[in-house]
Every structure is written in structure tokens, then in C-alpha cells.
T-cell receptor, first 113, second 115 residues
Framework: AQTVTQSQPEMSVQEAETVTLSCTYDTSESNYYLFWYKQPPSRQMILVIRQEAYKQQNATENRFSVNFQKAAKSFSLKISDSQLGDTAMYFCAFISNAGKSTFGDGTTLTVKP | NAGVMQNPRHLVRRRGQEARLRCSPMKGHSHVYWYRQLPEEGLKFMVYLQKENIIDESGMPKERFSAEFPKEGPSILRIQQVVRGDSAAYFC?????????????FGAGTRLSVL
């Protein structure tokens, strides 16, 4: 069984600064996918970024990037130039090649003006 | 292209009644996932279905909960004889497939309140 751990229940960052959210996971599978989703106060789940485990290059989407360390089973999310609209709960997710999904408990990020 | 549609958005039931939550996946998606989010908690996987088949129900409570995804029509999550502890937000997601087509897109959720 897979597990996903987000060790930071809450974090805050000043607007325009950079913040990193941590995620570790455990699996015996060699091929899988990792995701970060955000859930703003509207409660809608929004895809932030996706990483394929067989790709060594870290995924990047505009101000969002990941640091994927496969051997360490670590998948952190870096948000650069934080904006007020980034305030949300962030979930790290593991999805196996067969579609089995495991989400972490989330990190609540507050961006302060 | 409409996104994942869930209805109702809010559902109020009294203890002992049945709750039916519906989810229509995105066009072209044949994989559906149901999750439960208790207040102030994270997202917990419940069940994964493909058309007419349950692929993984390891997160479903053994009693009172069932899910289906018929050949025609939306996926249904059914909760029989609801109790107060069932009060939560229930999210549905859909994907085109697995592997390289496994991006899950989420609906807006159904908030179930049990009185």
C-alpha cells in the first residue's frame, strides 16, 4: 500500500516571496505519477502540477516547480513570487500506473500581504 | 467541454434516510473516482470505477456505501441509512484512462449534511 505524508499542516509566506511545501511518499512500485492539487476556499480541487516518476527532469508550470527525488521518495512543491490567490490547501497525491490514488492530509498555505 | 458535474451541490438528509450523489465525468473520460473530505481534513480515496466495473473499492466502508458507474448515465455513490458521521464533502474526479492519461479532474463536490 502507498502512503503519502505532508509534514507541514500549516505554512505562511509573504506576498512575492518563495515557499516550499514538503511531501514524502512510500511505495514499492517503480512507475507511478505524483501530483500537487490546490483547494482554495471555494473548495474546488485544481491541478497544479504533475510529475511522471520515470522522468528525471523536474516538472515546472509557471511559478510552480517541483523537486522530485525518487530515491528519497520526496516530492516538494516550490511556489515562487507568491500571490494572494495562492492561499489554499495543497494536497500531494500519488497515483499508481493502475490508477490507485492516495492523497496526503494537506498543507494549508496562507499568503500574507 | 463541460467539466466534471456533480449534483446536488448540497444535500440534507435525516438520520436513517438514503443519500444518492451523482457524478457525470468529463466528455471522453471513462474512469471515475470518489473521495470523501471530512471537515478540516484531507481527501480520502473511496472507490475507483471504470464503465460498469469497480476497479478498486479499498476505501469504501464495508456497510451502507455502494457505488456504480453504468454503461449509460452518471456514476452514483449511494449511502444507505445515513448517520451524522457521514456528513462530509464528497468529491468525484474523472480521467481519460490510467498511466499517461491519468490526470484526474475534479467536480465541485456534494456537501452532505445529516441532521
Amino acid at each position: 500500500a502507498q502512503t503519502v505524508t505532508q509534514s507541514q499542516p500549516e505554512m505562511s509566506v509573504q506576498e512575492a516571496e518563495t515557499v516550499t511545501l514538503s511531501c514524502t511518499y512510500d511505495t514499492s512500485e517503480s512507475n507511478y505519477y505524483l501530483f500537487w492539487y490546490k483547494q482554495p476556499p471555494s473548495r474546488q480541487m485544481i491541478l497544479v502540477i504533475r510529475q511522471e516518476a520515470y522522468k528525471q527532469q523536474n516538472a515546472t508550470e509557471n511559478r510552480f516547480s517541483v523537486n522530485f527525488q525518487k530515491a528519497a521518495k520526496s516530492f516538494s512543491l516550490k511556489i515562487s513570487d507568491s500571490q494572494l490567490g495562492d492561499t489554499a490547501m495543497y494536497f500531494c497525491a500519488f497515483i499508481s500506473n493502475a490508477g490507485k490514488s492516495t492523497f496526503g492530509d494537506g498543507t494549508t498555505l496562507t499568503v500574507k500581504p | 467541454n463541460a467539466g466534471v458535474m456533480q449534483n446536488p451541490r448540497h444535500l440534507v438528509r435525516r438520520r436513517g434516510q438514503e443519500a444518492r450523489l451523482r457524478c457525470s465525468p468529463m466528455k471522453g473520460h471513462s474512469h471515475v473516482y470518489w473521495y470523501r473530505q471530512l471537515p478540516e481534513e484531507g481527501l480520502k480515496f473511496m472507490v475507483y470505477l471504470q464503465k460498469e466495473n469497480i476497479i478498486d473499492e479499498s476505501g469504501m466502508p464495508k456497510e451502507r456505501f455502494s457505488a456504480e458507474f453504468p454503461k449509460e448515465g452518471p456514476s452514483i455513490l449511494r449511502i444507505q441509512q445515513v448517520v451524522r458521521g457521514d456528513s462530509a464533502a464528497y468529491f468525484c474526479a474523472s480521467s481519460r484512462g490510467t498511466g499517461g492519461e491519468n490526470i484526474q479532474y475534479f467536480g465541485a463536490g456534494t456537501r452532505l449534511s445529516v441532521l
